[in-house]
């Protein structure tokens, strides 16, 4: 299932009809589902989406963080 990431716009509450009508977060993203209730909501300007997405994890990061805290242990 495609997903939208973003949070609601400054004063805006939006429900996510998925989650029992609980409002979403103000203050982190949120993904949603890609429906046309949020798309609705992104074209009235209530939901701004984000456009960045998380990297996946490289074999080179991975070695990085470990390296990193190991050196911190000892």
Do not use: C
């Given at each position: 299932?495609k997903?939208i990431t973003?949070?609601?716009?400054p004063?805006?509450?939006?429900?996510d009809?998925?989650n029992?009508?609980?409002?979403?977060?103000n203050?982190?993203d949120?993904?949603?589902?890609r429906?046309?209730y949020?798309?609705r909501?992104?074209?009235?300007g209530?939901?701004l989406e984000?456009?960045?997405t998380p990297?996946?994890a490289t074999?080179?990061?991975?070695?990085?963080v470990?390296?990193?805290?190991?050196?911190e242990?000892g």
């Amino acid at each position: 299932m495609k997903t939208i990431t973003g949070r609601p716009a400054p004063g805006a509450r939006l429900l996510d009809p998925a989650n029992g009508y609980r409002p979403i977060s103000n203050d982190m993203d949120s993904t949603l589902p890609r429906n046309s209730y949020w798309r609705r909501a992104t074209l009235r300007g209530d939901f701004l989406e984000t456009k960045s997405t998380p990297k996946p994890a490289t074999k080179q990061t991975a070695e990085k963080v470990s390296k990193t805290m190991n050196e911190e242990k000892g």
